[in-house]
Every structure is written in C-alpha cells, then in structure tokens.
T-cell receptor, first 111, second 115 residues
Framework: QKEVEQDPGPLSVPEGAIVSLNCTYSNSAFQYFMWYRQYSRKGPELLMYTYSSGNKEDGRFTAQVDKSSKYISLFIRDSQPSDSATYLC???????????FGTGTRLKVLA | DTGVSQDPRHKITKRGQNVTFRCDPISEHNRLYWYRQTLGQGPEFLTY????????KSRLLSDRFSAERPKGSFSTLEIQRTEQGDSAMYLCASSLTGGRAGEQYFGPGTRLTVT
C-alpha cells in the first residue's frame, strides 16, 4: 500500500465550479499536510499547509484535514482556467525531511 | 531572477554514461532537497542537505547516485552508469530553517533522457 494515495484524474470542470481534490494516507505519524500546484514543465509551488485537523482557508482555497480518517482535501471555489494544473498533496513527519508526495491530480478548468 | 536554478535543463545521454546536474538554491536558503519525478507521478524524495551536511537519503537511492553540497551553497547530483530507468525529471528545492513546513521553492528541473 502506498503511503499516500491520490486519484490521478484528469478532472475537467466548467469555469466557476467548486473543485474537490482528495488524498488518503496510511501512517498516523504524519503531522504536516501540504498542497502544491504544478504547471506543465514547472516545479511545484506550495499552495497550502496545515498540521492539525480542521479547515484552513486562503482566498479561494480551503485545505481540510481529517486525521481520524487519514483524509485530506483541497477545495477550490470559483475555479478559473488559470487553475488548470496538477495538484499534489504532500505529507511530512515531524523530525524528518522526507516529504512524501501523492501522484497528483490533473485538473482542467474549461472556459 | 532570484529563484532556484538548475543546469542543464535537458540532458540526453547513452546508457552507461555518467551525468552530473547542478542546483543553485535561493541564496540565503540553508536547506536543499533533490527529488525525482516521472511522468504521471509526484516528486519522489532523494536526499536532503542542511548547509553542507547530507542529513537524509532515501533508501531508494542506489549506490549509483551521489549528491554533494560542498560549501553549503550549490549542490550537484551525479548518476553513474545511467540506466533507462533513470529517465526522469530531477527537481531541486530549497528552503530556510524556520520557514513554514512544506515551504520549499522548486527549481524548473533537469529532464534526463537515457537512450
């Protein structure tokens, strides 16, 4: 079983839709949870990070962590064509520097 | 441009050859990471440096891979006796101690093709 599972998509939505992206993880020792966005032929860039269960909001983006279910989500409100990219979840255990990434979900927002 | 830079951007080599990639992190960043990313996959952690010390290395990294960061600034990743399975994007990232968890700044990557 992979440590982090993520549906690779692709996911196509119309402009303005609410997008829900999800990951599950297997190790309850994981403590930090991140979402990165990666445009084609670019390196990933950090969107959101959190270390506790609950929601964290930043503009149109909301990250949600449910440690009891080992489930993390990213919601994008009012999606735009410029949001078309691959979204990667990543997890880190405190005391290590080995970030574990999901496979990424490819998102396409149609104008 | 003050971001992370990587050189070369593309490298084509024949199986069995050695290749070396360079990463220049953001100047004040003391942490440096190397990752490998294949098509349709997320980045896979290879190794981590804090200043010049290599503090963590993936068990997946075979003896053919070596990384250095001699003066705590730029870093090199060398692959010896390349194999076709080494074809991938090699990403470098840097960060600052005390920064937010996950706040790594990635370079554009070096795409390696082994023929």
């Amino acid at each position: 079983q992979k440590e982090v599972e993520q549906d690779p998509g692709p996911l196509s939505v119309p402009e303005g839709a609410i997008v829900s992206l999800n990951c599950t993880y297997s190790n309850s020792a994981f403590q930090y949870f991140m979402w990165y966005r990666q445009y084609s032929r670019k390196g990933p860039e950090l969107l959101m990070y959190t270390y506790s269960s609950g929601n964290k909001e930043d503009g149109r983006f909301t990250a949600q962590v449910d440690k009891s279910s080992k489930y993390i989500s990213l919601f994008i409100r009012d999606s735009q064509p410029s949001d078309s990219a691959t979204y990667l979840c990543a997890i880190l255990t405190s005391g290590t520097y080995k970030y574990i990434f999901g496979t990424g979900t490819r998102l396409k927002v149609l104008a | 441009d003050t971001g992370v830079s990587q050189d070369p951007r593309h490298k084509i080599t024949k199986r069995g050859q050695n290749v070396t990639f360079r990463c220049d992190p953001i100047s004040e960043h003391n942490r440096l990471y190397w990752y490998r990313q294949t098509l349709g996959q997320g980045p896979e952690f290879l190794t981590y440096f804090q200043n010049e010390a290599q503090l963590e290395k993936s068990r997946l990294l075979s003896d053919r891979f070596s990384a250095e960061r001699p003066k705590g600034s730029f870093s090199t990743l060398e692959i010896q006796r390349t194999e076709q399975g080494d074809s991938a994007m090699y990403l470098c990232a840097s960060s600052l101690t005390g920064g937010r968890a996950g706040e790594q700044y990635f370079g554009p990557g070096t795409r390696l093709t082994v023929t």
